[in-house]
């Protein structure tokens, strides 16, 4: 698996993600949501995001993203975390 190219996608996936409304997000507590995606080298990624409350309901949220190819990664994927302010900004 390329690092730096999986980094990117699971980057620019999960902004994406993140930039839906906080009530969307809040809604989607508890759930994983699954996409697979082929990058312009070719390779099949997996992502999966999930959305949790970062300290208290109602308050900030946590937004986990992991990205990985299938192989050996998929038991240690690469992943990154955003948190959302009810009022939709990133911190």
Known sequence: MNNSEAKAIL??????FAARPY???AHLISQTEVKNVKSDSGVDYQIEI???WDSAPDKDLCIIGSIDDGGWRAFVPLTESLIVKPDGTLS
């Not at 980057?11 to 994406?16: A, D, W």
């Open 23 to 25: 009530d969307e997000l």
């Open 11 to 16: 980057s620019k996936e999960l902004r994406t």
């Open 50 to 52: 999930n959305v949790l």
